[in-house]
């Protein structure tokens, strides 16, 4: 399972994917400018976006050119620091399949990821 990470803070890239990298394949990219040109040539399960990326795109317009690119082939996880409800239900509106709060509980943050995870694999078999 191949986990995408963008975000635009080397601190939580590399929180995320000392998280994960026991479990997954991590690539972490610091825009979401990388994102695109990765997202060309190389395939992932599970994207997990920072919903407010500083340098380019946000997340929302980046999740929508990521799936021009790969549609329907990986499930999105948007992360952020904005605990609103009405920013939550724009983002799952966009297409993300949860939202993690900044900072996460490492034990929830786990959790949404393996869901994701596993329900990216149930997609591909299906």
């Not at 040109?37 to 407010?52: I, K, T, Y």
């Amino acid at each position: 399972m191949h986990v995408l990470v963008v975000d635009d803070r080397q601190e939580d890239r590399f929180i995320i994917k000392k998280l994960l990298k026991p479990h997954y394949t991590v690539t972490t990219l610091s825009s979401a400018r990388e994102a695109v040109a990765f997202a060309q040539s190389h395939a992932f399960d599970v994207a997990l976006l920072n919903a407010m990326l500083r340098t380019d795109l946000d997340g929302i317009d980046l999740l929508r050119a990521l799936k021009v690119i790969q549609p329907e082939t990986f499930l999105a996880l948007a992360c952020t620091c904005h605990s609103e409800p009405q920013r939550r239900q724009k983002l799952l509106q966009a297409g993300f399949r949860n939202v993690i709060l900044k900072p996460f509980d490492v034990d929830v943050f786990m959790t949404l990821v393996n869901e994701g995870a596993g329900s990216a694999a149930i997609r591909q078999w299906a």
